[in-house]
């Protein structure tokens, strides 16, 4: 089944499995060593836990990706650095590694692959394989002596001050992050059934935390996206 970009919609998984610390890391250079010796190519790289924020901003960042491999205008040596910059919205490539690459201190990161393009059209998604990188993902853990976990990629705060998309403090990641503490509030007062503020028409009933939860993952996924785009901009 052939997957098209347009509007991100129905798109497969993007290859991507978290991986948890017992503790925040000490030695982030001697673990990124182990797993370059581990890894099968440049197509397997690591991130920061909080740069990852969903599907739809992994499968952004690949079309940019295979845009600027296409046109010959990758500022990386490698598709690795280059994706890892895309992410971190930066044309620096060691400001993308501080931002989006493992650092001492961080307490999660994931292990992404980058699939090959199947086509030449630019908004075409790849056919995956996911058995097949499930079971790579697994050798590369083994090999480095870490733990696979299945969590979903969400959009946080901390990952958008982590990528500097908003600095901390800044009073409009504030209300973006609080609009659903605002709700839950809002919908205790109403018995159960709140007005979505700023998102359309009202949720009733026990489906509102949800509806409005989604909501909300979805405007701040949109601003990883927006930074990616941003990447030949912005230092």
């Given at each position: 089944m052939e997957h098209r970009a347009v509007g991100m919609g129905g798109q497969p998984t993007f290859p991507a499995w978290s991986i948890e610390f017992s503790a925040p890391i000490a030695d982030s250079g001697g673990f990124i060593t182990a797993f370059l010796k581990a890894r099968?190519?440049?197509?397997?790289?690591?991130?920061?836990?909080?740069?990852?924020?969903?599907?739809r901003q992994l499968w952004s960042a690949w079309l940019a990706l295979r845009q600027r491999a296409r046109n010959d205008s990758m500022r990386s040596v490698g598709q690795d650095?280059?994706?890892?910059?895309?992410?971190?919205?930066?044309?620096?490539?060691?400001?993308?590694?501080?931002?989006?690459?493992?650092?001492?201190?961080?307490?999660?990161?994931?292990l992404v692959h980058l699939p090959s393009a199947d086509t030449e059209e630019v908004d075409v998604l790849p056919e995956l394989d996911l058995a097949m990188l499930e079971q790579r993902a697994q050798k590369i853990a083994v090999d480095c002596g870490f733990t696979l976990t299945d969590a979903k990629p969400q959009p946080t705060a901390a990952g958008l001050v982590r990528l500097g998309v908003f600095v901390e403090g800044d009073p409009v990641l504030a209300e973006l992050?609080?609009?659903?503490?605002?709700?839950?509030?809002?919908?205790?007062?109403?018995?159960?059934?709140?007005e979505v503020s700023g998102f359309g028409e009202a949720a009733e009933g026990g489906h509102g935390g949800v509806e409005?939860?989604?909501?909300?993952?979805?405007?701040?996924e949109d601003f990883f996206i927006g930074h990616i785009h941003t990447s030949d901009l912005h230092g």
């Amino acid at each position: 089944m052939e997957h098209r970009a347009v509007g991100m919609g129905g798109q497969p998984t993007f290859p991507a499995w978290s991986i948890e610390f017992s503790a925040p890391i000490a030695d982030s250079g001697g673990f990124i060593t182990a797993f370059l010796k581990a890894r099968f190519d440049d197509s397997w790289l690591l991130l920061t836990s909080t740069a990852v924020a969903g599907n739809r901003q992994l499968w952004s960042a690949w079309l940019a990706l295979r845009q600027r491999a296409r046109n010959d205008s990758m500022r990386s040596v490698g598709q690795d650095g280059e994706f890892l910059r895309l992410i971190a919205g930066t044309h620096h490539i060691s400001q993308g590694f501080r931002r989006a690459g493992l650092c001492d201190g961080d307490e999660g990161a994931w292990l992404v692959h980058l699939p090959s393009a199947d086509t030449e059209e630019v908004d075409v998604l790849p056919e995956l394989d996911l058995a097949m990188l499930e079971q790579r993902a697994q050798k590369i853990a083994v090999d480095c002596g870490f733990t696979l976990t299945d969590a979903k990629p969400q959009p946080t705060a901390a990952g958008l001050v982590r990528l500097g998309v908003f600095v901390e403090g800044d009073p409009v990641l504030a209300e973006l992050t609080g609009k659903a503490e605002d709700g839950d509030a809002e919908e205790e007062a109403n018995g159960g059934s709140a007005e979505v503020s700023g998102f359309g028409e009202a949720a009733e009933g026990g489906h509102g935390g949800v509806e409005r939860d989604i909501r909300e993952e979805i405007l701040l996924e949109d601003f990883f996206i927006g930074h990616i785009h941003t990447s030949d901009l912005h230092g």
